[in-house]
């Protein structure tokens, strides 16, 4: 797991990918979501386990690393009870904490779509990149006559509100098989890109529970 500021890219294996890529799609989900895109899908969970396992235990390892800071911290917090330790140095978030997949959705959009600025539900959300239709020096040649480094086509910016600063994933076809795990309330966006072809996203929610007896 690898963080830059609150968001981080997790090790997603091609067994998990392909598991996820072969569950099928269910209704159309487009006015539950921000997204101006061409299609918008939620996806049976049901027949991705292996994915599904692997997101929730990523999400508990993300939590347990920073269960100290200050928003993650209050949220530990407001669920503990006298049975659970009072060192936080020891405390274990697997130990009391579960995480339910709320939903999850394939985005997919050509080159007019985009996602104006927004947030997610939950305690956090996650992003894999599965088709990307670009690569950054594709997108580069379509636009000309501007320096390389303010080419975002195609970028997914993340606003961290607390230190007054963004981060910006440059996605183009080396992103495929990636997935980025952050706090649901972390403002993000996503840029249209300027090639042809279609560019395939599935997202998805997490919320916290609280084992039984604990």
């Not at 998990?16 to 006015?31: I, R, S, W």
């Not at 200050?70 to 009870?81: A, K, T, Y």
């Not at 007019?112 to 594709?138: A, D, M, Q």
Request: hydrophobic share 35%; proline share 4%; charged share 20%.
């Amino acid at each position: 797991m690898e963080f830059a500021g609150p968001i981080a890219k997790l090790p997603m294996s091609d067994e998990v990918f392909q598991n996820l890529k072969q569950a099928t799609l269910g209704q159309n989900h487009a006015e539950s979501l921000a997204g101006v895109l061409e299609d918008q899908y939620l996806v049976n969970d049901k027949e991705c386990p292996e994915f599904v396992d692997f997101i929730k235990a990523q999400s508990l390892e993300y939590l347990q690393i920073r269960h100290n800071d200050l928003i993650f911290h209050h949220i530990v917090n407001s669920f503990r009870n006298d049975k659970w330790s009072s060192n936080k140095d020891e405390f274990d978030v697997t130990k009391h904490f579960d995480l339910n997949i709320d939903r999850i959705w394939l985005n997919s959009g050509t080159n007019s779509s985009y996602s104006p600025l927004h947030i997610h539900s939950g305690l956090f959300s996650f992003i894999v990149y599965v088709s990307i239709p670009y690569t950054f020096e594709e997108e580069c040649k379509l636009t000309p006559n501007i320096e390389e480094d303010k080419v975002l086509n195609g970028c997914t910016e993340f606003v961290d509100n607390f230190f007054y600063s963004s981060i910006k994933v440059a996605v183009d076809k080396s992103t495929e098989g990636t997935c980025f795990l952050f706090p649901a309330w972390v403002p993000h966006m996503v840029y249209p890109f300027k090639s042809k072809g279609r560019r395939i996203t599935i997202a998805g929610n997490l919320y916290l529970t609280t084992k039984d007896g604990s």
